[in-house]
């Protein structure tokens, strides 16, 4: 246990060493590299000890056992943390700053920790005395070995069920994933507890929202707001009365509602006079809205106000609104009456009209990041099945190695449409950590299967002999990941909670099919030996 500690507690300082030595700071993603070193690490101690262990009580000597256990389990555990390595490296692959960081800090930590791994535990052991007969009763646990027996028989009898079953699972899952959706909140995974969301909904019941949109009118002259003052200004008036009419955007600010201000106060604050200027009212206003270029008197107020919403060429107009959180879906559509609107107005020759803010900036960042995860899917998916190809050597042990990977995604798809959670940046991320991660499962099985195989055995003799001798490190490992990341799940943040039994709900679905789908498909699909 003390062993197994040390080699995950080394790989975490090593995690927050990468992360100095490049720069970086410990962001939201960041911040779960630790955690999921040590989720990572446990398995590769787990996977050495018991086979070291289960050869010890074979051969009797300790020499044979460390041998056994480099030769058998070091390619294994290399090619596994290689799988896990490219499941979260390939963020470094994308164009979204925070994601990059994350995959480059994780994809050098999981290789180091193979390096730690496979010199510290053999070296650590050949000091420390043979392992007594208790250290190895867990090998002959009955409940585990009545679960292997069960598996057996699973194997080579109910093949036809099991397919039927997968088949009959999957069709229920490709119907949730059509009920997939893609939306994201700028407060989506904030508690619903939590001071800061209580507060925005308040303003949001109250005032409309305070979410920042802003919306800019460019003349594409300079001095293009002069040319036609009252013109421009009774335009932005009539663009601010229709958003203003929105039940999800608060009244604009603008140099318009300044001027309106304005006229009121010249007029003894008279609220009839709360209006736009007209031709008879400039004359009488323009003292209190001119300030020369070169003079040394400080801006007024109201010239303050107008500077901050318009630029110094007198190009290009600022309207600012507060809006509510309407999620990605919504967004765009509101946008697009604005625009609609703004273009029956502003004459789409002489007018440009752009929108930025928070808002916008969240909309657009939400969806960039997600398309830059699907990406990342699909490349950890092919490096990973160029990986399986060069290790097996073998189209059919290829497809064997991708199926029982691929399963458990489309379930956990599935299972994200029928329960209604969204696709957004925290679960599009539960995809490829959950791949590289569960992949483990299948190159360790594969690979004891086909060191187990020879001339002489039959198919079924050595799935057999592969169920016994890998299926007890794959549920104690399968273990230790699931509860690994179920922790993620008393987490505050949302993200970190979906992170958390997304994952976990992959990792289950994983080790089922690699201990009962993959074994029978092995069978129902490996050439016939003639007899």
């Not at 090593?14 to 999921?36: D, E, Q, R, W």
């Not at 190895?136 to 009898?157: C, F, G, I, P, V």
């Not at 500077?307 to 999620?327: E, H, P, Y």
Request: charge should be positive; aromatic fraction near 10%.
């Amino acid at each position: 246990m003390v062993l197994s500690l040390l080699v995950v507690i080394i790989g975490v300082v090593f995690s927050l060493a990468t992360m100095h030595l490049f720069g970086y700071k410990i962001t939201l993603l960041n911040a779960l590299i630790p955690p999921l070193i040590v989720v990572i690490g446990i398995p590769n101690c787990i996977y050495f000890l018991n086979k070291y262990h289960s050869s010890f009580r074979e051969t009797g000597e300790k020499r044979k056992a460390l041998y056994e256990m480099i030769s058998k389990m070091g390619i294994v555990t290399l090619f596994c943390n290689i799988a896990a390595a490219i499941g979260f490296g390939v963020f470094a692959f994308t164009k979204s700053a925070i994601l990059k960081e994350f995959g480059v800090v994780a994809g050098i930590n999981i290789m180091l920790l193979f390096i730690i791994s496979i010199i510290l535990i053999p070296a650590a052991l050949s000091y420390l005395p043979d392992p007594k007969a208790r250290h190895m009763k867990y090998l002959s646990n009955r409940w585990l070995m009545n679960l292997l027996d069960w598996l057996e028989t699973w194997a080579l009898h109910h093949k036809r069920i099991i397919f039927i079953s997968t088949l009959f699972i999957l069709t229920i899952s490709i119907v949730g994933i059509t009920r997939l959706r893609s939306e994201a909140f700028i407060l989506d995974d904030l508690p619903k507890t939590d001071p800061v969301y209580a507060d925005l909904k308040f303003f949001e019941n109250n005032f409309k929202g305070v979410m920042p949109l802003e919306i800019l009118i460019d003349t594409k002259r300079k001095n293009g707001i002069r040319a036609n003052m009252l013109g421009n200004f009774t335009k932005i008036d009539k663009l601010s009365a229709y958003i203003d009419s929105s039940s999800v955007m608060a009244r604009p600010l603008s140099i318009v509602e300044g001027l309106k201000f304005l006229r009121q106060a010249y007029y003894n604050n008279d609220s009839l006079n709360y209006g736009l200027p007209n031709d008879l009212d400039l004359p009488f206003l323009a003292p209190y809205l001119s300030v020369k270029p070169d003079s040394n008197a400080k801006p007024n107020a109201i010239m303050k106000l107008a500077n901050s919403f318009v630029d110094s060429n007198k190009q290009t107009l600022r309207i600012s609104v507060n809006m509510a959180d309407v999620g990605s879906i919504r967004l765009p559509q509101i946008l697009g009456q604005v625009q609609k609107r703004a273009d029956e107005l502003f004459d789409t020759a002489h007018y440009k009209i752009e929108f930025t803010g928070t808002t916008v900036t969240f909309l657009e960042g939400s969806s960039f990041i997600i398309a830059g995860l699907k990406q990342s899917i699909l490349w950890a998916f092919i490096l990973i099945a160029i990986c399986m190809l060069y290790l097996f050597k073998s189209i059919r042990i290829l497809i064997c190695s991708l199926l029982p990977n691929l399963i458990p995604l489309v379930i956990t798809a599935g299972v994200m449409g029928w329960a209604g959670v969204p696709l957004k940046p925290s679960t599009v991320l539960v995809f490829s950590i959950a791949l590289g991660i569960a992949i483990d499962i299948t190159i360790r099985f594969l690979v004891n299967y086909k060191q187990d195989s020879n001339a002489d055995s039959s198919v079924e003799s050595t799935v057999i002999k592969t169920i016994h001798s890998t299926g007890i490190s794959i549920i104690y490992t399968s273990l230790v990941l699931i509860a690994g990341f179920v922790i993620f799940c008393f987490s505050g943040f949302g993200g970190t909670q979906a992170l958390g039994w997304l994952t976990s709900l992959t990792l289950v679905m994983a080790t089922l099919t690699n201990l009962i789908f993959l074994p029978a498909l092995l069978i129902a699909i490996s050439p016939k030996k003639k007899v």
